[in-house]
């Protein structure tokens, strides 16, 4: 079993930079992959970022590539989310996410969830 605790949401104003920070749990950490989604009210729960076991690959959607870049401490347990140039439309409750597998696949639901930390990027 694993378990995420994330930490560093908060409320900015528009063009700041935020780090997000997901702790987890279980001596596998290193072996799987993990990511980020988030979901913003009355909307799906959409994919954000993620990074492949070792942090030598990474994935984005084109909504937040260029600005938003994800890493990994596989000594801490920890993986990470900076956002720069935030925006309005990045408001959301953001959720690490984790797959037991070393690679991401957009057909693959994560196997575990943090329970999320809410962003707000105020205009």
């Known amino acids: 079993q694993v378990q995420l605790v994330e930490s560093g949401g908060g409320l900015v104003q528009a063009g700041d930079s935020l780090r997000l920070s997901c702790a987890a749990s279980g001596r596998t950490f290193s072996s799987y992959s993990m990511g980020w989604f988030r979901q913003a009210p009355g909307k799906e729960r959409e994919f954000v970022a993620a990074?492949?076991?070792?942090?030598?690959?990474?994935y984005y959607p084109d909504s937040v590539k260029g600005r938003f870049t994800i890493s990994r401490d596989n000594a801490k347990n920890t993986v990470y989310l900076q956002m720069n140039i935030l925006k309005p439309e990045d408001t959301a409750v953001y959720y690490c996410a984790a797959w037991i597998t070393q690679y991401y696949s957009s057909s693959r639901l994560p196997d575990y969830w943090g329970q999320g930390t809410q962003v707000t990027v105020s205009s």
């Open positions: 990074i492949s076991w070792s942090g030598g690959r990474t």
